[in-house]
């Protein structure tokens, strides 16, 4: 059964395929291998929140070779607005698992063991994973699988979502028994992998004219100074544009950081003030955190 808040158990009639967290009212996210009962044919599933509530849910994503599923609720209205506030994982981190299969299992914690690695999921595809040492050497950790990970609550950080646990590592001398090691999809995967949460197309709606009229004067003035040394811009790229319309100014790495903060805030106001729903804010956030990561390492925001 649940631990708390938008941890979530996923039936399909009286049988338990496993957990789940809330990405938002309307998504469910889980590892894919918890589907495994599912007929082929069958999309419909039952999950039951943290206070007892069951609402419909459907299939509509999955991604085998990440071992990931997203299932949408049919019912987002009985969903209470109790939703994640995600972060990354840092090395070090304490961590909790808020899910365990029943009333006698014990809850998961321990700490980020490493925050990123190459890592080759059972259905054959290669993720950025988180690698986790959990402190309860259990010998089989099923029935943890498509719960959340979670940070715990630091003098330097509050709690948060961190990513969804997907396998276990076998114990190299018992191969029958697991190791204390288990693996974690980060949410920055998710997001990439979920066309459901890919945003950067509205994200446009929060910049005002006037900073775009500003953008274009810095162009032109970059244009006059041109030869001089200076650390090469990074382009933000506005995905959707009409052909006709002149590409974005290239800000610099300081601007993006400084664009994302005020992104974040208008999100966390506009949350308060009711102007969009709060079940979207999470994801939008750690989108723009991304594009700003993306930035700092010279890349490109997406």
């Known amino acids: 059964m649940p631990g708390s808040g938008y941890a979530v158990d996923l039936f399909q009639a009286d049988r338990s395929l496993g957990a789940g967290l809330l990405l938002t009212r309307c998504f469910v996210l889980t590892a894919n291998h918890c589907l495994r009962y599912l007929r082929g044919d069958e999309e419909r599933v039952s999950v039951h929140l943290g206070d007892g509530t069951a609402v419909g849910g459907r299939v509509c994503r999955r991604v085998e070779e990440a071992d990931l599923a997203l299932i949408e609720v049919l019912e987002p209205e009985l969903v209470p607005p109790a939703l994640p506030v995600g972060d990354l994982p840092r090395r070090g981190d304490r961590w909790r698992g808020l899910h365990r299969p029943s009333l006698s299992d014990p809850h998961l914690s321990g700490h980020v063991d490493e925050h990123s690695v190459d890592y080759t999921c ?25 719960g959340p990970v979670e940070r715990e609550s630091t003098f330097a950080y509050e709690p948060a979502l961190l990513g969804v646990l ?33 945003t950067d197309h509205l994200l446009r709606a929060l910049e005002p004219p006037a900073s775009r009229a500003e953008g274009a004067g810095r162009e032109e003035e ?49 949350s308060e003030r009711g102007l969009i729903d709060p079940g979207q804010v999470a994801g939008l956030q750690v989108h723009v955190a991304k594009n700003v990561i993306d930035l700092a390492l010279g890349g490109e925001a997406t």
Do not use: C
């Open 222 to 270: 970059q244009s006059a100074t041109r030869g001089v040394v200076a650390a090469p811009p990074v382009a933000v790229p506005v995905a959707g544009a009409p052909a006709s319309e002149a590409a974005p100014a290239p800000v610099s790495v300081d601007a993006a950081v400084a664009k994302g903060e005020a992104l974040l805030s208008a999100l966390k106001e506009w």
């Open 166 to 198: 997907i396998e276990q590592y076998p114990d190299r001398q018992a191969p029958e028994r697991a190791a204390n090691v288990l693996f974690a999809v980060p949410l920055r995967e998710v997001m990439n992998r979920f066309p459901h949460f890919r």
């Open 122 to 146: 059972v259905g054959g595809g290669r993720i950025q994973a988180i690698q986790l040492l959990a402190e309860q050497t259990l010998g089989d950790y099923s029935g943890y699988s498509g």
